[in-house]
Every structure is written in C-alpha cells, then in structure tokens.
C-alpha cells in the first residue's frame, strides 16, 4: 500500500516567497495531520483535520501559515510569505479511527529559506 | 495537561549492548502510548504502542516497552544493539487519557548512538 506522500521532498526558496507543501494521505484515512519539525523546537503539531474539515489549527504560529483540505485525499499547507524562521521539515501524517491512535508519517519536505 | 519526558537526548551505547530508552508521562489515567523511531532524513514510523491490553508490548526490530502505571513510565528496550539502531526515538502520549483522541503529545527525542 501506499504510504503518505508529501511534496515537494525538498525546497529551497527566497525570504518573500510563497511556498506550498502538498499531502495526499492514505486511501481510506480520515485524519490528516501537519507537523513542523525543528531542532530548537522538535515536534511540533500544526493543524490536523477530520473528514476534510479542520479541527485544530492553534499550533499555526501566524497568519502567514494556511491549511486546507479540499477532499480526502489531497491537502495543501501554504507559507506566505515565507521567512528563514520558517525553515524546517514539514511532516504530513494520516490517520483512521479503527487504527486506535496510530499515525502514519510521510517522508517530509524539507523547507529552506534563505 | 497531558506531558511526556524523554531522559537523555542522547544515549551511547555499545554494539550488542542492551539499549534502554527512558520515557515518563504525567497522567492518573493509561493512555495510549506509543514509541515511534525516526532514520536520518526519513519520517517517523511507528515501533509499537500499547493500548491497555498486555503490559509488556512487542515491536518491530526486536523492541519491547513495558507499561508500569505505578511509575507512569513506558521505557523502550532491545536485547542487544544492532548498528541499524542509530536513529532517533520518539515518545508519544494521547492527548486525552482514556479516550480515542487523535492528538497526540510528543517527548523530546533521544538520540541512540551505537559504538562498534
């Protein structure tokens, strides 16, 4: 089966830019999750939506961040603009309630901004 | 609130050494818990989880972890330290003890070095 796919694997863009990161979650998952991973800060959850919808988004630091799921098996997350603080992997999961928790990881987009 | 304490952000140890990861929660209630490890430029992938069934949970990769509501702590092992070891581990906790919450609240990260 396939995994959770993220796009693109890397990215390096200028200070200004917008950039967009994309996920397609496993067939047949209902939960799709945005993680940001840094050294200084780990982990750290996004935004995660359920049946498309968005449920939590507070872990969005700032305006300039969006999400969106337009069906279940496409999601976009969107910097704009972007800032060398912004510069980390980005991680997108999914997930399905009978998989009791369990969440499955993507490979990751490692973002540069320079 | 829920949180999660990973000791050592790094641990060093030898080939065909045991290997002893330490994680501690903060709840009254189990959870689920769940260890998951990540290879070098690589995502997150999940070794096992424990969910209120046997204590002593069996992984992938010849891991276990025990479940010690007494302690509240859920530390991962492995026999013996393959060099394929070398990675970093992630604990994690549900969110909500008790209930199917799919946030999940993560431990800083260990760093496993294996020494030949």
């Known amino acids: 089966d396939a995994g959770v796919i993220q796009s693109p694997r890397h990215e390096v863009t200028e200070m200004g830019q917008e950039v967009t990161l994309r996920c397609k979650p496993i067939s047949g998952h209902d939960y799709l999750f945005w993680y940001r991973q840094t050294m200084m800060r780990g982990l750290e959850l996004l935004i995660y939506f359920n049946n498309n919808v968005p449920i939590d988004d507070s872990g969005m630091p700032e305006d300039r961040f969006s999400a969106k799921m337009p069906n279940a098996s496409f999601s976009t997350l969107k910097i704009q603009p972007s800032e060398p603080r912004d510069s980390a992997v980005y991680f997108c999961?999914?997930?399905?309630?009978?998989?009791?928790?369990?969440?499955?990881f993507g490979e990751g987009s490692w973002l540069t901004v320079v | 609130a829920q949180s999660v304490t990973q000791l050592g952000s790094h641990v060093s140890v030898s080939e065909g050494a045991l290997v002893l990861l330490r994680c501690n929660y903060s709840s009254s209630v189990p959870p689920y818990l769940f260890w998951y490890v990540q290879y070098p430029n690589q995502g997150l992938q999940l070794l096992l989880k424990?969910?209120?069934?046997a204590t002593l949970v069996k992984g992938i990769n010849g891991f276990e972890a025990e479940f010690k509501k007494s302690e509240t702590s859920f530390h991962l092992t492995k026999p013996s330290a393959h060099m394929s070891d070398a990675a970093e581990y992630f604990c994690a906790v549900s969110a909500t003890p008790g209930e199917s919450n799919y946030q999940l609240i993560w431990g800083a990260g260990t760093k496993l070095i294996i020494k030949p």
């Open positions: 424990y969910t209120s069934a």
């Open positions: 999961a999914s997930s399905f309630r009978s998989s009791g928790n369990t969440i499955y």
